[in-house]
């Protein structure tokens, strides 16, 4: 495709369960981003990918959150016991190389509530 | 204390006005990013500044970098209501004059809401 797709669009969970949300970056870019965007918090960062390795998850709130990268492309952000602190607008973005001047494409969200 | 800055926090103004949004640095700004979104999508990439003194345009909306007063401004011009939604500002560290290895990690201030009334 063009641009970065995300799914699902919306997803609604109960608190406890597990969810994984899902990143298609645009092809041949080797950079991925996971960011979450809550009220009040702004636009958060969580994790960077390079190819399928992650050298930066400092941005992952707590062990219940997880991501992985396979075949350098598809990204899967996994919320293990979802709380309701947790409800957000998660975007994963991607750019060509990662460097800090590589602009960066965001897909339209994953928007999670927990109820 | 949030390291970008953006004013105002909302905007409401009639279709047709020109108006400015401003996003500040606490640290050094070398370049930034500009984005807007609309409620529930995902962030538009709008212009990227990579040095002082650098303004860029597209279309009504200009963006521009003083690198002395660490500020952004991002101008439009005979606002529409297309114009609505968040803006928001971003960098990375790199750009922020922080040290250490710079690979995309953005930060961003905490958006402006633009209205446009018809």
């Known amino acids: 495709g063009a641009g970065v797709s995300q799914s699902p669009s919306n997803k609604v969970t109960e608190k406890g369960k597990d969810v994984e949300l899902r990143c298609d970056p645009i092809s041949g870019h080797t950079a991925l981003y996971w960011y979450r965007q809550s009220l009040g918090q702004g636009l958060e960062f969580l994790i960077y990918?390079?190819?399928?390795?992650?050298?930066?998850k400092s941005g992952l709130p707590s062990d219940r959150f997880s991501a992985e990268r396979t075949g350098g492309s598809v990204s899967t952000l996994t919320i293990q016991r979802t709380q309701q602190e947790d409800s957000a607008v998660y975007l994963c973005?991607?750019?060509?190389?990662?460097?800090?001047?590589?602009?960066?494409?965001f897909g339209p969200g994953t928007r999670l509530t927990v109820l | 204390s949030q390291e970008l800055e953006q004013s105002p926090q909302s905007l409401i103004v009639q279709e047709g006005k020109n108006l400015t949004i401003n996003c500040t640095s606490s640290?050094?700004?070398?370049?930034l990013y500009w984005y807007k979104q609309k409620y529930g999508e995902g962030l538009i990439f709008l212009m990227m500044l990579q040095k002082g003194g650098e303004e860029k345009s597209h279309e009504k909306i200009t963006a521009k970098l003083d690198e002395k007063k660490q500020q952004s401004s991002l101008h439009i011009t005979a606002s529409q209501p297309s114009h609505a939604g968040i803006y928001l500002c971003g960098a990375d560290r790199a750009l922020l004059g922080a040290g250490g290895t710079s690979y995309g990690k953005l930060t961003f201030g905490q958006g402006t809401i633009l209205t446009v009334h018809p």
């Open positions: 990918f390079q190819g399928n390795s992650a050298p930066d």
């Open positions: 973005a991607s750019s060509f190389m990662g460097a800090g001047t590589d602009t960066q494409y």
């Open positions: 640290k050094t700004l070398y370049g």
